[in-house]
């Protein structure tokens, strides 16, 4: 049987009052029948509701990555608090009588295992014999022709401004900019989209003049995506059957969503990987016009810390579940991999969880960077890409965390060196302010989570602290 915690069920849940209102029903002591199956692969049993009959529910972890939870009651919200509830009980020990797997649910079984082998046949069929994707070199050539014009347009753009000078930008300006961002979606352009918008709401701010270096980044990065998209595109118009660049994050820019068929086939994928949260955030991204889950995870056999991300675009919010803190630890047989450098993107399709052990804390003091040099050195090399994330993260070994006569937390390694800590701008969260809050113990020989921001009008590397975790003991900042 799978370990089964509160933080596993949490993360099934699609909502948070979901998870209250499962819990609910546990505290209430609303089921009148709790079973399990001899093997440990089935919870089941039934939960009173609204109506004169009982609701049937069970949690089938016959494939443990992919446990199906079902329920007979008529809500349309998936996993129901009726099938959550049967596992909060669980979880908090309730007894749970042993009985024979219900006929209905076998069935189900057959169906579900019938189809997973005709997946495998077909897709070991395909294997056998791949066929060469094809490429339909005229609608490519098209596509490639107008995203080379949309180039041409933001360059004709961002020229303008250049020559005028951000200080002369007015409302007529600020609208022409707007329609410029809206040519760019019709021109299969979103990532310059994306970039020239978040310009225009810099552009926007009342207090224009402390956004003016931040601006003039944006521009800097506009330059470059002009300058590596034209070469690209360029290349591929005059070969269409040019593999997709997996070297850089180039075709990511251009609006290529990445499929886990092609990072499996670039081999991009890694078998049995192991991983712990170390941080997660939830942030409203005016740019993208989307809301963004986004957590930091130690891959604990490759030392690296990568990011999950989940994109939920304003309109269909609420279709979407939201992402949240995961606090146990997740063991996945597939960990796709997409192509980046410091905290490159990961999904994963099925996993299993189970609780951290000494070992996984052990994993993460191991992991931790003592060098301080070091780390600086990496993340100025991926700044020095205009393309590159400008806020990567990184798991580094403090000495000790203290309080200047100013005011100011600095952070010390091992040979003295000190980070200054900061609150990065770009995403609006407070956690220096935290830190006279934190146990004096958590502030000396602890393992620190950092997010780097470069910050130009003051020509400063800054450090904002995210996690800290000292022995088995993590405390999270920001989540």
Same mark, same amino acid.
């Given at each position: !049987? ?9 993360? !099934? ?13 546990? #505290? ?24 004169? +009959? ?19 009651? $008529? ?10 509830? *049967? ?20 069935? /189900? ?8 082998? %005709? ?9 056998? =014999? $791949?066929?060469? %994707?094809?490429?339909? %070199? ?16 933001? @360059? ?6 250049? #020559? ?32 020239? &918008? ?7 701010? =009342? ?19 002009? %300058? =590596? ?12 059957? *040019? $593999? ?6 180039? @075709? ?18 890694? &078998? ?39 994109? #939920? ?8 579940? @939201? ?13 796709? #991999? ?15 969880? &189970?609780?951290? +052990? ?7 003091? /191991? ?19 205009? *393309? ?17 006569? @100013? ?17 990065? =701008? ?15 113990? !958590? ?7 950092? !997010? ?28």
């Amino acid at each position: !049987m799978i370990e089964i915690t509160e933080g596993y069920i949490d993360a !099934m849940a699609p909502n948070a009052s979901a998870i209250k209102n499962a819990q609910g029903l546990v #505290r209430k002591r609303s089921y009148v029948e709790l079973k399990q199956s001899k093997d440990g692969t089935l919870l089941f049993g039934e939960c009173a509701g609204s109506g004169k +009959s009982n609701y049937s529910c069970s949690a089938d972890f016959v494939n443990k990555e992919q446990p199906v939870l079902r329920c007979s009651c $008529p809500s349309r919200q998936f996993p129901c608090k009726h099938s959550l509830g *049967l596992l909060y009980a669980f979880a908090a020990g309730q007894p749970f009588a042993e009985s024979d797997i219900p006929e209905d649910i076998l069935a /189900k079984r057959d169906k579900a295992e019938k189809r997973e082998l %005709k997946k495998q046949q077909d897709g070991d069929a395909k294997d056998a =014999k $791949p066929k060469p %994707k094809k490429v339909n %070199k005229s609608a490519l050539k098209k596509k490639i022709q107008a995203q080379l014009e949309g180039l041409d347009l933001l @360059e004709k753009l961002t020229l303008s401004l250049v #020559r005028s000078g951000l200080g002369t930008i007015d409302k007529t300006v600020l609208k022409s900019m707007k329609e410029h961002v809206k040519q760019l979606g019709n021109h299969y352009l979103t990532g310059a989209q994306i970039e020239l &918008r978040r310009l225009v709401l810099l552009l926007e701010e =009342k207090n224009l003049e402390e956004n003016y270096s931040q601006a003039m980044e944006q521009m800097i990065l506009l330059h470059a995506f002009i %300058k =590596k998209g034209r070469a690209h595109l360029t290349a591929k118009l005059a070969d269409p059957e *040019l $593999p997709l660049d997996s070297e850089t994050t180039i @075709e990511e820019w251009l609006g290529h969503a990445w499929q886990l068929s092609e990072l499996h086939d670039i081999g991009f994928v890694h &078998r049995e990987a192991e991983l712990i949260q170390l941080a997660f955030l939830s942030y409203d991204d005016k740019g993208r016009q989307e809301f963004v889950d986004q957590g930091y995870w130690l891959e604990t056999s490759t030392g690296e810390v990568n990011r999950t991300l989940q994109f #939920r675009p304003y309109k269909a919010a609420k279709f979407i579940k @939201e992402e949240d803190s995961f606090f146990d630890a997740v063991l996945v047989s597939e960990l796709y #991999r997409y192509p980046g450098d410091i905290n490159r993107r990961i999904r994963w399709e099925a996993m299993t969880a &189970r609780p951290l +052990s000494e070992q996984d804390y052990e994993s993460i003091h /191991k992991n931790a960077h003592r060098s301080f040099a070091d780390v600086i050195k990496q993340v100025k090399n991926q700044l020095k890409n205009p *393309l590159g994330d400008r806020h990567p993260v990184m798991l580094v070994h403090v000495s000790r965390i203290q309080e200047s006569e @100013e005011g100011q937390f600095v952070c010390l390694d091992e040979n003295g060196q000190q980070l200054r800590l900061e609150d990065a =701008k770009y995403y609006g969260c407070s956690t220096v302010s935290l830190l006279p809050y934190v146990p004096k113990a !958590m502030l000396e020989d602890v393992q620190l989570l950092v !997010m780097f921001e470069h910050q130009q009008d003051r020509g400063q590397l800054i450090a904002q602290p995210l996690t800290l975790i000292k022995g088995t003991d993590m405390l999270r900042l920001l989540y």
